[in-house]
């Protein structure tokens, strides 16, 4: 019998997650994963079966704050965690309550900007579904589950009542999933419960809201142990009708199963490409067929295959047109049902070979499994370009010069600049190295003259420039997508979770090594290589207690902040402060963190600069902005510069001018750590920027008494320090938000008074809240006052302090009652305390 959260829950004897386990396996954070593995989610032999059970393994949910569904989160918990969060949730209103759904969601958003629609959903989960008739118990439900070995988490809607039961059933895969295979599964789990959930249960974005409504029944959760659904075996599913489900032909022509099954293996296009340059021009139009049949198998259909074909074809002479082509590809059979493979076009190719160049060593890898096998470079083909028609020479050009040996490109471009993987991530390519690449590509060329005879191309400024805009066409990536994303239709874990390092992509919270790919775009890589068994930094621990002497937060604090800057996240919003004497230390944590991230990664600008038409040109693509002195001059505009960090900081869009080239418009990836002498005095009434800034002090300086060999010996233990950056950004992550030290306290509240010193002001003198009021002439003198006690020589005018004033406090209200026969204005929502009474009217005794 299936236990309420609390109790013991029974296992399936015929369920064990151990014996699956192999002596040898190595330990998970350890484990290397093959591209492959990446991309398909398909874990070693060794890992097929998960060291937890579905109640205890965590898996990907979506979480929005209500059913518009505008904003998201991604998060990563277990059945069993997920159940606490469920029940300790409650909400003045029904509508107050958040929804979730077991799936990873994209950023596009519907005309009304709602992210939940069936577009949006990247990869599933697990199936969620929702039962409303009010008959069917929760230990009913329970037990029917049980009996079908499905583990699930059960809980009571909102509108549940012992009479009328009412609950929602959540059930866990076994690996993310495409979302085509959701309605199947949707089936089987509606199979095993008799055919009663609600038929929008099988709505693939289809989320549901969790929690309790203050003053109605508390929500119920209960665990049922079991198998997860898509490998559950022997249950008949049933459609939202309850009737017998059968898959829709047009859209899912395979059966359950095969719905289930394993992708097919990666294509070797290295191999492939080597193939198609060895079957001559003049092959039949049957062995044109057969190679357009075998790409079709290989890919399933998918568009990679077709533009292979496509491209590859244009050099057939008994080709057919490119309507046909297109018809011919839709009619191909399925990968189950086809006689062509692979096999077959490199038959051909070895049938075919006879008087075509090809090397001796073209072939050697066809039969290697191995994702690292090294490719060939790949040889110039001469063409038959139209000078006239640019789009398929951009096309020749990008497949020749710009993509990958696993056929993805490695050239896009993207909010007005071309990016060009480098082997580890992007990297802006200056538009023109791009044109002289097209020159160098275009200049053996050929193409038909007047005459209809071959001669050479002979590209010029236009043709170039034409083929310049054509490649920016057929490489363009939306302007609202983020780095770092995937490309391609590829799946693999959160972006925001993984950082390029020398040795390839670091998952940061299971600590696996993936290899790097060109379908992972992201523009920052670091230089230093993960190695999880690299020695304790000891010599940076030691600089750190010098630094902080007993101050043990401020040095935990700055480990999260390593590991913050380290990944992409931007969703702390907070911008890092470190102030301190000369020679304390600051410089040498500014170049420790510069190369653990990676020099390419961070930009160096000065706070004046960010005031500046181009100032904010060389943070795009950038992960970190260390500005290593706040200095402000003194004619600089301060509200510029505030509100550039407050914007930044704050995620949102900016508007960027760039020299010589278009404005820059998009949401930066990158990281102020800011690094001063002094605290900074940067003016801001709201008081809202000292609230993003995460202050860190040091008292200790070694000026006099430096040690010359010290950033050697840091940098040498960079392998470590990645390894303590890691710590700290899991234990951010866990807590969910940075803590400042303690020993800052005092330093924030001064740099709360230098930004905002109306907020002092309030702090001192008054008290905010509804029903009070105070009039504006005994306010204002109260302010003058302050300033004066504070030595602050130039107090304003009134005009600007009631402006400073209502950024203060919002909610504000300014009113004109009448007293001693006249009206005078008063302020609403404030008034003076006892201190400020006093200073408003020294001489009332």
Same mark, same amino acid.
């Not at 275009?442 to 002979?458: A, D, N, Q, V, W």
């Given at each position: 019998?299936?236990?309420?959260?609390?109790?013991?829950?029974?296992?399936?004897?015929?369920?064990?997650?151990?014996?699956?386990?192999?002596?040898?396996?190595?330990?998970?954070?350890?484990?290397?994963?093959?591209?492959?593995?990446?991309?398909?989610?398909?874990?070693?032999?060794?890992?097929?079966?998960?060291?937890?059970?579905?109640?205890?393994?965590?898996?990907?949910?979506?979480?929005?704050?209500?059913?518009?569904?505008?904003?998201?989160?991604?998060?990563?918990?277990?059945?069993?965690?997920?159940?606490?969060?469920?029940?300790?949730?409650?909400?003045?209103?029904?509508?107050?309550?958040?929804?979730?759904?077991?799936?990873?969601?994209?950023?596009?958003?519907?005309?009304?900007?709602?992210? +939940? *629609?069936?577009?949006?959903? @990247?990869? /599933?989960? !697990?199936?969620?579904? $929702?039962?409303?008739? #009010?008959?069917?118990? %929760?230990?009913?439900?329970?037990?029917?589950?049980?009996?079908?070995?499905?583990?699930?988490?059960?809980?009571?809607?909102?509108?549940?009542?012992?009479?009328?039961?009412?609950?929602?059933?959540?059930?866990?895969?076994?690996?993310?999933?495409?979302?085509?295979?959701?309605?199947?599964?949707?089936?089987?789990?509606?199979?095993?419960?008799?055919?009663?959930?609600?038929?929008?249960?099988?709505?693939?974005?289809?989320?549901?809201?969790?929690?309790?409504?203050?003053? +109605? *029944?508390?929500?119920?959760? @209960?665990? /049922?142990? !079991?198998?997860?659904? $898509?490998?559950?075996? #022997?249950?008949?599913? %049933?459609?939202?009708?309850?009737?017998?489900?059968?898959?829709?032909?047009?859209?899912?022509?395979?059966?359950?199963?095969?719905?289930?099954?394993?992708?097919?293996?990666?294509?070797?296009?290295?191999?492939?490409?080597?193939?198609?340059?060895?079957?001559?021009?003049?092959?039949?139009?049957?062995?044109?067929?057969?190679?357009?049949?075998?790409?079709?198998?290989?890919?399933?259909?998918?568009?990679?295959?077709?533009?292979?074909?496509?491209?590859?074809?244009?050099?057939?002479?008994?080709?057919?047109?490119?309507?046909?082509?297109?018809?011919?590809?839709?009619?191909?059979?399925?990968?189950?049902?086809?006689?062509?493979?692979?096999?077959?076009?490199?038959?051909?190719?070895?049938?075919?070979?006879?008087?075509?160049?090809?090397?001796?060593?073209?072939?050697?890898?066809?039969?290697?499994?191995?994702?690292?096998?090294?490719?060939?470079?790949?040889?110039?083909?001469?063409?038959?370009?139209?000078?006239?028609?640019?789009?398929?020479?951009?096309?020749?050009?990008?497949?020749?010069?710009?993509?990958?040996?696993?056929?993805?490109?490695?050239?896009?471009?993207?909010?007005?600049?071309?990016?060009?993987?480098?082997?580890?991530?992007?990297?802006?390519?200056?538009?023109?190295?791009?044109?002289?690449?097209?020159?160098?590509?275009?200049?053996?060329?050929?193409?038909?003259?007047?005459?209809?005879?071959?001669?050479?191309?002979?590209?010029?400024?236009?043709?170039?420039?034409?083929?310049?805009?054509?490649?920016?066409?057929?490489?363009?990536?939306?302007?609202?997508?983020?780095?770092?994303?995937?490309?391609?239709?590829?799946?693999?874990?959160?972006?925001?979770?993984?950082?390029?390092?020398?040795?390839?992509?670091?998952?940061?919270?299971?600590?696996?090594?993936?290899?790097?790919?060109?379908?992972?775009?992201?523009?920052?890589?670091?230089?230093?290589?993960?190695?999880?068994?690299?020695?304790?930094?000891?010599?940076?621990?030691?600089?750190?207690?010098?630094?902080?002497?007993?101050?043990?937060?401020?040095?935990?604090?700055?480990?999260?902040?390593?590991?913050?800057?380290?990944?992409?996240?931007?969703?702390?919003?907070?911008?890092?402060?470190?102030?301190?004497?000369?020679?304390?230390?600051?410089?040498?944590?500014?170049?420790?963190?510069?190369?653990?991230?990676?020099?390419?990664?961070?930009?160096?600008?000065?706070?004046?600069?960010?005031?500046?038409?181009?100032?904010?040109?060389?943070?795009?693509?950038?992960?970190?902005?260390?500005?290593?002195?706040?200095?402000?001059?003194?004619?600089?505009?301060?509200?510029?510069?505030?509100?550039?960090?407050?914007?930044?900081?704050?995620?949102?869009?900016?508007?960027?001018?760039?020299?010589?080239?278009?404005?820059?418009?998009?949401?930066?990836?990158?990281?102020?750590?800011?690094?001063?002498?002094?605290?900074?005095?940067?003016?801001?009434?709201?008081?809202?920027?000292?609230?993003?800034?995460?202050?860190?002090?040091?008292?200790?300086?070694?000026?006099?008494?430096?040690?010359?060999?010290?950033?050697?010996?840091?940098?040498?233990?960079?392998?470590?320090?990645?390894?303590?950056?890691?710590?700290?950004?899991?234990?951010?992550?866990?807590?969910?938000?940075?803590?400042?030290?303690?020993?800052?306290?005092?330093?924030?509240?001064?740099?709360?008074?230098?930004?905002?010193?109306?907020?002092?002001?309030?702090?001192?003198?008054?008290?905010?809240?509804?029903?009070?009021?105070?009039?504006?002439?005994?306010?204002?003198?109260?302010?003058?006052?302050?300033?004066?006690?504070?030595?602050?020589?130039?107090?304003?005018?009134?005009?600007?302090?009631?402006?400073?004033?209502?950024?203060?406090?919002?909610?504000?209200?300014?009113?004109?009652?009448?007293?001693?026969?006249?009206?005078?204005?008063?302020?609403?929502?404030?008034?003076?305390?006892?201190?400020?009474?006093?200073?408003?009217?020294?001489?009332?005794?």
């Amino acid at each position: 019998m299936p236990k309420r959260k609390g109790q013991g829950i029974r296992s399936p004897s015929a369920l064990n997650f151990g014996e699956h386990m192999q002596d040898n396996t190595r330990p998970e954070s350890v484990q290397d994963y093959s591209l492959d593995d990446l991309l398909n989610d398909h874990l070693p032999s060794a890992q097929v079966v998960p060291l937890h059970g579905p109640l205890d393994r965590p898996i990907t949910l979506a979480r929005f704050p209500d059913q518009g569904a505008h904003s998201k989160g991604e998060h990563r918990l277990s059945l069993r965690k997920l159940a606490e969060r469920i029940a300790a949730k409650t909400a003045p209103a029904k509508d107050r309550l958040p929804w979730l759904k077991l799936a990873r969601f994209g950023d596009v958003k519907t005309p009304q900007g709602c992210l +939940r *629609h069936n577009a949006n959903v @990247l990869a /599933v989960s !697990g199936v969620e579904a $929702d039962y409303d008739a #009010g008959q069917l118990s %929760l230990d009913d439900a329970a037990r029917l589950l049980e009996a079908a070995g499905i583990a699930a988490l059960l809980y009571t809607s909102a509108s549940h009542s012992p009479e009328a039961p009412r609950w929602r059933v959540l059930a866990p895969l076994s690996r993310e999933r495409e979302p085509g295979v959701r309605e199947a599964l949707c089936a089987r789990l509606n199979g095993a419960l008799g055919g009663v959930l609600d038929g929008a249960s099988f709505t693939l974005s289809q989320a549901f809201y969790y929690g309790a409504v203050k003053g +109605r *029944h508390p929500v119920e959760t @209960l665990l /049922v142990d !079991g198998n997860y659904l $898509d490998l559950v075996e #022997g249950v008949a599913p %049933l459609g939202k009708d309850g009737r017998p489900w059968q898959a829709r032909p047009a859209a899912d022509p395979h059966s359950l199963d095969s719905l289930l099954a394993d992708p097919p293996p990666p294509v070797d296009w290295h191999a492939v490409n080597a193939a198609l340059q060895a079957i001559p021009p003049d092959c039949s139009y049957d062995d044109w067929l057969k190679v357009g049949m075998a790409l079709h198998h290989a890919t399933d259909g998918r568009d990679e295959g077709f533009t292979v074909w496509a491209d590859w074809s244009q050099s057939v002479e008994n080709a057919a047109s490119d309507r046909e082509l297109t018809a011919k590809w839709r009619s191909f059979g399925t990968r189950e049902g086809g006689g062509v493979t692979l096999g077959s076009l490199f038959h051909l190719a070895g049938q075919r070979h006879q008087g075509v160049a090809v090397e001796a060593d073209d072939f050697d890898d066809l039969d290697d499994d191995t994702p690292s096998a090294k490719p060939q470079p790949r040889r110039q083909k001469i063409r038959l370009l139209d000078p006239a028609d640019p789009m398929p020479s951009a096309r020749h050009l990008v497949r020749d010069r710009y993509t990958s040996p696993e056929n993805l490109r490695t050239l896009h471009h993207y909010r007005g600049s071309f990016w060009e993987w480098n082997g580890a991530c992007y990297r802006d390519l200056d538009e023109a190295a791009t044109q002289a690449a097209i020159w160098t590509y275009l200049e053996p060329m050929r193409k038909l003259s007047l005459k209809g005879k071959e001669t050479s191309f002979k590209p010029c400024a236009s043709s170039v420039a034409n083929v310049l805009a054509a490649t920016k066409a057929v490489t363009h990536l939306p302007t609202d997508m983020q780095s770092p994303s995937w490309l391609s239709g590829a799946m693999g874990p959160n972006p925001m979770e993984l950082v390029p390092v020398a040795n390839g992509l670091l998952h940061l919270p299971s600590g696996r090594l993936l290899p790097p790919t060109p379908a992972f775009f992201t523009l920052a890589a670091s230089d230093v290589a993960f190695d999880p068994d690299a020695a304790e930094p000891s010599e940076w621990f030691r600089f750190l207690d010098q630094v902080w002497p007993g101050d043990h937060e401020s040095i935990d604090t700055l480990q999260e902040i390593f590991g913050y800057l380290l990944s992409a996240d931007t969703s702390q919003q907070k911008i890092p402060l470190i102030v301190g004497p000369k020679r304390s230390g600051k410089g040498t944590i500014a170049r420790v963190l510069t190369a653990l991230v990676g020099q390419g990664n961070v930009v160096s600008p000065t706070l004046n600069s960010l005031a500046t038409n181009f100032g904010a040109e060389p943070l795009i693509g950038k992960s970190v902005a260390i500005i290593g002195d706040a200095r402000l001059s003194g004619k600089v505009d301060r509200d510029a510069i505030t509100e550039r960090l407050l914007g930044i900081s704050g995620e949102d869009s900016q508007s960027i001018d760039r020299k010589y080239r278009g404005a820059w418009h998009g949401r930066l990836g990158v990281r102020f750590l800011v690094m001063s002498n002094e605290l900074p005095a940067l003016k801001d009434a709201s008081g809202a920027l000292a609230g993003r800034f995460l202050l860190l002090t040091m008292n200790q300086s070694f000026y006099g008494r430096e040690d010359r060999g010290l950033a050697a010996r840091l940098l040498s233990e960079l392998p470590g320090v990645l390894n303590w950056a890691r710590e700290g950004y899991l234990r951010l992550n866990r807590r969910g938000h940075f803590v400042p030290p303690a020993s800052a306290r005092e330093s924030v509240e001064a740099l709360e008074a230098l930004g905002s010193p109306i907020s002092a002001f309030i702090k001192d003198r008054c008290e905010v809240a509804p029903g009070l009021t105070v009039s504006c002439d005994d306010l204002h003198s109260a302010w003058r006052e302050w300033c004066a006690t504070n030595r602050r020589d130039y107090p304003g005018t009134i005009a600007s302090f009631g402006k400073d004033l209502h950024a203060a406090v919002p909610g504000l209200t300014v009113s004109r009652p009448r007293g001693d026969g006249q009206r005078t204005r008063h302020y609403n929502g404030i008034g003076l305390n006892a201190s400020g009474r006093i200073a408003s009217d020294p001489f009332d005794d």
